[in-house]
């Protein structure tokens, strides 16, 4: 039987960036990378590592030196990036909303692109906002004055209004107080569950790795050193430079349900 084909994947991919001194510095190095329909991926690693670059390659917000991004087996610069990001959407750290309501905001898109509207009495758009926490008395409130969280939540939202098959999610937590992050990421476990999405975010918060992500890649110095799942990554490493990296974050000692 042949394997099914990744949602998602890099392939061998090599990503540079001019330096403030003139020249190229290479930030990704061979990277390649897989995530499945239904899948929570969490790339982790240390500062400057390569995380961003990376995610910002799948939807070609950046272009590769070199190798393949792949979306369900076709090479994701035969889609025009527009199209493409339809497809595969980032929700940046900062939520960003446009002036005016919330109604109005998840209306943008298609309006950017000429589409037909979406139509607030669509069953499958009701339950996109249900799963999504966006309430539909929000629906003619300032976007712009719901809190961070909510604000975070109306942006998922406006991302997977369309033909959305993978969300990738840049610090996604990273504003938000505790109780609402990980409110969040049962959010991204159930989008991914029932909506059949692949779901790529970078994060620094091991316990949001912890509690929604499916597998974890560790990228280091633009390579990825280990992969695994969650708990075998986070508990039992195995290679010296994951070790020393959890050893190094301040984590939360009690047990995380999962």
Do not use: Y
Request: aromatic share 4%; with cysteine.
């Amino acid at each position: 039987m042949n394997r099914e084909v990744p949602l998602l994947q890099a392939r061998q991919v090599i990503a540079s960036r001019p330096k403030e001194t003139g020249g190229l510095q290479r930030v990704l190095a061979k990277t390649t990378l897989e995530v499945n329909s239904g899948e929570v991926l969490a790339i982790v690693g240390p500062s400057g590592s390569g995380k961003s670059t990376l995610l910002r390659l799948f939807n070609r917000l950046l272009e590769p030196d070199s190798g393949e991004i792949l979306l369900a087996g076709e090479d994701v610069r035969n889609l025009s990036p527009p199209t493409l990001r339809t497809h595969i959407p980032l929700v940046t750290q900062k939520p960003f909303l446009f002036p005016g309501s919330v109604r109005h905001n998840l209306q943008t898109p298609a309006r950017l692109r000429q589409m037909e509207l979406p139509d607030f009495n669509d069953p499958a758009l009701l339950e996109l906002l249900e799963l999504c926490h966006v309430d539909s008395s929000w629906l003619d409130r300032d976007a712009r004055k719901l809190s961070v969280g909510q604000q975070q939540r109306v942006c998922l939202a406006r991302a997977m209004v369309g033909p959305c098959q993978v969300l990738l999610l840049d610090e996604p937590t990273s504003a938000l107080d505790r109780p609402t992050a990980d409110q969040m990421a049962l959010t991204f476990r159930q989008l991914a569950r029932e909506k059949g999405l692949a779901i790529v975010f970078v994060t620094h918060d091991l316990r949001l790795t912890e509690r929604c992500a499916d597998r974890v890649a560790f990228l280091s110095n633009g390579a990825i050193v280990e992969e695994g799942s969650a708990s075998q990554l986070l508990h039992h490493p195995e290679t010296p430079e994951v070790r020393a990296f959890l050893s190094s974050e301040v984590t939360e000692t009690e047990e995380v349900p999962r």
